[in-house]
């Protein structure tokens, strides 16, 4: 029998809706950090756990705290050092561990640090019954005694994990094609380089241009977010200053793909959604694909022609993956640049679908730019805008009550989304900021989206 060891109560206040994220200091620091080992190895039952961690200054600390916290819960860690969030996915399920924590904040400021948390299978948990009692039980601090485990060094892991990567494709199928990267001096430099040596041993005819390469936790470049439109010029300037035929960026933890075409244009996330389910399509006819309910009409409409079902979930990787593994979809995807694949544990990756993109480039013998401009005039879209708001949910019921009687349907399955036939949009408070969220797109009319993102946020603004 286990004699409880109390560390006393202390209030947890970074556990958002399905992750860890706080400010150093004021919700996360080590002693949390501990706390959230212990309580995950107890109320997990975990004997074996993967742990990474990103480039952040404040990454080691904390994840040194969160493996001792483990392992004095009983489990054994497999280290990978640093790491990408997918590495631990990765290595959770191929190596068959009870769980694996990632510690990032993925693009978050500075200031602040997280952890992704998976279970068996790289499952997420689920955060209505898994994920409470971790959090009680790291509140409490009464913590059962057991036998400490090991902590081995699993950096060895990226080998498999790179030549998992370059499965994905028909290395025989890709031609020859010039793809600048930006890692944004984020976790994704090393990782990235192990793939390209193994795509290199398999005779993969890519050259490489590699931009912000070296990890540095100052983030001279600014923390890696490419889906912040001030921080898109250096790399479309980069990809026509290099005459590459694709560029690729990444943030921080690099679980977030972002694509810029030949011409340096960047392409926002659900116009890839749209194209990677129907390359998927291509192979598997008939398949699902998930998607977010922000941005969609692109993204159906591409399903549709390629002969699958779209099928909707809720925002965030939690969300998307549980509704994966519902419905056995094939491939998942986010207008963030979140993708997700069925072949990959369910999760998300941001080195599978630039693997992918360049496989179908190949095939097609066809441009980024000749594949998706069409598109982009088909359903253009006004890109995700965020609001501070002094009572977001007072705003959006504001909204509500203007728009809503001129809507043909309504959907409530994350934030308010409202439909009007030619035109629609999606309006979200965040799961991570304290930010309300707008979409908007239409069918063909790329002005009438620019009027009705006016005529929203004049109300949302009051």
């Not at 860890?20 to 107890?42: I, K, M, N, S, T």
């Not at 994704?188 to 795509?199: Q, R, S, V």
């Amino acid at each position: 029998m286990t004699t409880p060891l109390s560390m006393g109560h202390r209030p947890i206040t970074c556990f958002k809706a399905y992750d860890v994220r706080g400010e150093l200091g004021v919700d996360l620091d080590a002693d949390v950090a501990y706390r959230v080992g212990r309580a995950f190895a107890q109320a997990r039952g975990a004997k074996k756990v993967v742990v990474g961690r990103d480039s952040r200054e404040s990454s080691p600390e904390l994840a040194t705290a969160l493996i001792r916290g483990l392992t004095e819960g009983g489990a054994d860690v497999l280290d990978l050092g640093l790491a990408g969030t997918e590495e631990v996915y990765f290595a959770t399920g191929h190596f068959g561990a009870d769980g694996g924590i990632e510690v990032t904040a993925s693009h978050n400021p500075i200031s602040y640090n997280g952890m992704k948390i998976v279970g068996q299978g790289s499952a997420p948990l689920d955060p209505a019954t898994e994920l409470p009692p971790i959090v009680e039980l790291a509140q409490s601090g009464e913590f059962a005694a057991a036998k400490v485990g090991s902590v081995t060094d699993f950096r060895e892991a990226r080998d498999t994990y790179a030549k998992a990567m370059a499965d994905f494709v028909d290395v025989a199928a890709l031609r020859p094609m010039k793809i600048l990267v930006n890692a944004g001096n984020g976790t994704a430099g090393p990782t990235f380089d192990a793939i390209a040596a193994e795509l290199e041993r398999r005779g993969a005819p890519l050259t490489f241009v590699r931009m912000h390469h070296d990890v540095d936790s100052s983030f001279p470049n600014g923390i890696p977010n490419p889906l912040l439109p001030e921080n898109q010029p250096r790399t479309s300037d980069a990809v026509r200053a290099e005459g590459a035929d694709l560029g690729v960026a990444w943030d921080g933890d690099f679980d977030r793909c972002f694509f810029f075409d030949e011409t340096g244009r960047f392409i926002p996330g659900e116009y890839i959604v749209g194209l990677l389910g129907a390359a998927f399509l291509e192979k598997s006819p008939g398949e699902k694909v998930v998607h977010d309910p922000r941005v969609v009409m692109n993204t159906r409409a591409m399903i549709a022609e390629a002969g699958g079902e779209a099928v909707q979930s809720k925002t965030g990787h939690a969300f998307i993956k549980r509704k994966m593994r519902d419905v056995g979809a094939i491939y998942g995807g986010e207008m963030s640049a979140h993708h997700y694949f069925r072949d990959f544990f369910y999760c998300d990756s941001g080195m599978i679908p630039w693997l992918l993109v360049v496989e179908l480039l190949s095939r097609k013998g066809k441009s980024l730019a000749d594949l998706l401009s069409e598109r982009m005039r088909l359903y253009p879209s006004s890109g995700e805008s965020n609001y501070r708001l002094t009572d977001p949910d007072v705003s959006i019921a504001r909204v509500i009550e203007t728009f809503a009687p001129q809507a043909t349907s309504r959907d409530d399955m994350d934030g308010v989304s409202l439909d009007f036939g030619n035109w629609r949009f999606n309006l979200r408070k965040s799961n991570t900021e304290p930010v309300v969220r707008l979409n908007l797109e239409s069918d063909g009319d790329s002005d009438l989206v620019q009027e009705k993102q006016a005529e929203i946020v004049a109300v949302l603004q009051g």
